[in-house]
């Protein structure tokens, strides 16, 4: 088994010993799932999949779920880059709606969202004045990582 293991494994460098079990607990695992599923289709018929084949289609099924949670989200999908590998991992192109496009005129000249202006929250509470790109859905003011909701409302509203 550690031969296997060591073989395809998903360790890293780690001076961390919980991390280090993790790792070590998702080698084993992968293991063990991919004998099960060869057996049960040595039965049926032969299969070519190969382990690696079988460890690469098995992140890409554990990872589906999450992908397709963030594609959503309209501050994720806003962004060029991630929109298109959510696109290249789930193997169509997302609709475009109005709620996904930013306007021209809320970027800047490096293409990310203008700062809005300076957290209501903060202002109001920590005397700190946080500058922010986001704006709360409800109440349309500007709101930091900090006081937000699920990334969509501030904790005012």
Not at 70 to 85: D, E, M, T, W
Request: charged share 25%; proline share 4%; aromatic share 6%.
């Amino acid at each position: 088994m550690a031969q296997m293991c060591s073989k395809y494994s998903c360790k890293r460098a780690t001076r961390r010993w919980p991390l280090a079990m993790f790792y070590n607990l998702v080698d084993i695992a992968a293991l063990a799932t991919y004998i099960i599923y060869a057996e049960n289709q040595s039965n049926i018929m032969p299969s070519n999949l190969t382990r690696r084949r079988f460890l690469v289609q098995l992140s890409l099924d554990l990872c589906h779920n999450n992908i397709l949670r963030r594609s959503q989200n309209q501050h994720v999908i806003g962004k060029p880059n991630l929109r298109s590998a959510i696109c290249d991992m789930l193997g169509y192109e997302l609709p475009l709606t109005a709620q996904y496009e930013p306007e021209i005129s809320q970027l800047n000249e490096s293409s990310r969202t203008k700062i809005q202006g300076k957290c209501h929250i903060c202002a109001s509470q920590d005397k700190r004045q946080r500058n922010s790109r986001k704006r709360c859905t409800k109440c349309e003011k500007p709101v930091c990582n900090q006081h937000t909701k699920r990334g969509e409302t501030c904790q005012a509203c």
